[in-house]
């Protein structure tokens, strides 16, 4: 099966990128 | 405004005048006090000493500070533009502008590599991909196979490495940045529009003129 994903659209997914996270207090 | 005294602030070091940093980046005043109230809830969450360290970070992304994390330790490295492994409140304002919604492309495509340039050479190679690849696996329950891995490191090489040396210099990051627009989704936070209405205490602690703000 053809690989359909670069990697960093892969890596941006990580939870750790997400800033959102921050503003609930 | 102003109607309570707010001489706790210079117990913050590296506080920062609320319209000099307004002046400096997307913000408006109001919204800088805004970000002040968020920024004193994380950074006495551990350590009552007005910076919010790494172990602060954590926690207020994942709230679990033992949780290590390869990607948010990257944010928090750029974020402590001192190296000092803290982030003080001018850091945290200025870090924060990259990520409103009205910030320049240009800016967030710049952040956006040295986001991922993890050895600072100036250059995304291919280990520094593998390396985070590997890492996304590691904390996911995604499992695929060593050559699924490499097949996804070709396509993604053959697509942004347009001069194929190897790894990927700023130009060509902008090129496939440019073809590839959700690569910065993640540089963008809607919720920063709305910041002092999530933090409306602000007001209480606001040292700034209504006119001014």
């Given at each position: 099966?053809?690989?359909?994903?670069?990697?960093?659209?892969?890596?941006?997914?990580?939870p750790?990128f997400s800033l959102e996270n921050l503003f609930e207090r | 405004?102003?109607?309570?005294?707010?001489?706790?602030?210079?117990?913050?070091?590296?506080?920062?005048?609320?319209?000099?940093?307004?002046?400096?980046?997307?913000f408006?005043?109001?919204e800088?006090?805004a970000l002040f109230e968020l920024f004193k809830s994380i950074s006495?969450s551990?350590?009552?000493?007005?910076?919010i360290?790494?172990?602060e970070f954590?926690l207020a992304l994942f709230k679990?500070?033992?949780?290590?994390?390869?990607?948010a330790?990257?944010i928090?490295?750029?974020?402590?533009?001192?190296?000092?492994?803290?982030?003080?409140?001018?850091?945290f304002v200025?870090a924060l502008?990259?990520f409103h919604p009205?910030?320049?492309?240009?800016?967030?495509?710049?952040?956006?590599?040295?986001?991922?340039?993890?050895?600072?050479?100036?250059?995304?190679?291919?280990?520094?991909?593998?390396?985070?690849?590997?890492?996304?696996?590691?904390?996911?329950?995604?499992?695929?196979?060593?050559?699924?891995?490499?097949?996804?490191?070709?396509?993604?090489?053959?697509?942004?490495?347009?001069?194929?040396?190897?790894?990927?210099?700023?130009?060509?990051?902008?090129?496939?940045?440019?073809?590839?627009?959700?690569?910065?989704?993640i540089?963008t936070l809607p919720y920063l529009r709305d910041i002092t209405t999530a933090f409306p205490s602000f007001?209480?602690?606001?040292?700034?003129?209504?006119?001014?703000?």
């Amino acid at each position: 099966k053809p690989v359909s994903m670069n990697a960093f659209e892969l890596i941006s997914r990580s939870p750790g990128f997400s800033l959102e996270n921050l503003f609930e207090r | 405004m102003g109607c309570v005294s707010s001489k706790g602030r210079r117990q913050f070091p590296g506080y920062e005048d609320p319209v000099f940093l307004a002046s400096q980046t997307t913000f408006s005043v109001s919204e800088v006090e805004a970000l002040f109230e968020l920024f004193k809830s994380i950074s006495s969450s551990v350590i009552d000493d007005g910076l919010i360290n790494k172990e602060e970070f954590l926690l207020a992304l994942f709230k679990n500070r033992k949780k290590e994390n390869l990607f948010a330790s990257r944010i928090f490295d750029l974020f402590d533009v001192k190296h000092r492994g803290v982030i003080d409140f001018g850091d945290f304002v200025r870090a924060l502008h990259i990520f409103h919604p009205n910030t320049s492309m240009e800016d967030k495509i710049n952040f956006s590599f040295r986001l991922y340039d993890l050895d600072n050479t100036g250059f995304i190679e291919r280990e520094e991909v593998k390396q985070m690849l590997l890492a996304l696996l590691g904390e996911s329950e995604m499992k695929l196979a060593d050559e699924t891995v490499e097949a996804i490191l070709d396509k993604t090489f053959l697509e942004a490495d347009t001069n194929q040396d190897g790894k990927i210099d700023m130009s060509e990051w902008q090129y496939f940045v440019s073809k590839n627009p959700s690569l910065l989704r993640i540089m963008t936070l809607p919720y920063l529009r709305d910041i002092t209405t999530a933090f409306p205490s602000f007001v209480f602690y606001s040292e700034v003129d209504e006119a001014a703000a």
